[in-house]
C-alpha cells in the first residue's frame, strides 16, 4: 500500500487529518516494511510510550489493538514505538529524532503543509534500530 493509500485509510479511523497522525502513518509504513503484514489476529505487538494521535495511525494500519491485545501503552510520555513480530521474533525500535519536525526552523507553519511535509518526508524522521524484547505469548 502506498502512503497516500495509508493516510485515506488512517483519516477514516481517527476521524480527521493532523500531523500527530501522519507521524503514525510513516511509522506504520517503516513496520510494515521491516515487520511484515498487518497484525489479523496477535502476531504483531505494539508498545507504545505515549498516547497520540499517532497511536491512532499503528491502531488503523498495523491492526495492534486494545481489544486484541496487542497494543501495549508503556508510559514515558517519548514518541518512541516498540514492534514484536511473534512469528519471527524480530522487534524494532522507531523513536522520532529530536530534530525531526517540531524543532527545525524550516518546519511549515500550516498545519496541512506540517502534514504533507511529514509524508514526504517518511523514514528520515524517525530512528529505527532492531531491538531484542521478549514477550509472554
Ligand atoms: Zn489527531
Not at 13 to 24: K, S
Not at 29 to 56: F, H, M, P, Q
Not at 103 to 114: A, V, W
Request: with cysteine; glycine share 6%.
Amino acid at each position: 500500500m502506498d502512503i497516500k493509500a495509508l493516510w485515506e485509510k488512517a483519516v477514516e479511523f481517527h476521524g480527521h487529518t493532523c500531523p500527530g497522525l501522519a507521524m503514525g502513518v510513516v511509522v506504520s509504513k517503516i513496520v510494515l516494511e521491516e515487520l511484515g503484514n498487518r497484525a489479523k489476529s496477535r502476531e504483531l505487538v505494539a508498545i507504545v510510550e505515549n498516547v497520540s494521535c499517532t497511536v491512532d495511525g499503528i491502531q488503523a494500519l498495523l491492526g495492534c489493538t486494545f481489544g486484541k491485545k496487542n497494543l501495549i501503552h508503556k508510559d514515558s510520555g517519548k514518541p518512541v514505538f516498540t514492534f514484536y513480530n511473534r512469528q519471527t521474533k524480530r522487534a524494532i525500535r522507531v523513536s522520532r529524532r529530536q530534530d525531526a519536525l517540531y524543532r527545525n526552523p524550516e518546519i511549515p507553519k500550516e498545519r496541512q503543509d506540517q502534514i504533507d511535509t511529514i509524508l514526504k518526508s517518511g523514514r528520515d524522521l524517525f530512528t529505527v534500530q532492531e531491538v531484542t524484547i521478549s514477550l509472554p505469548d
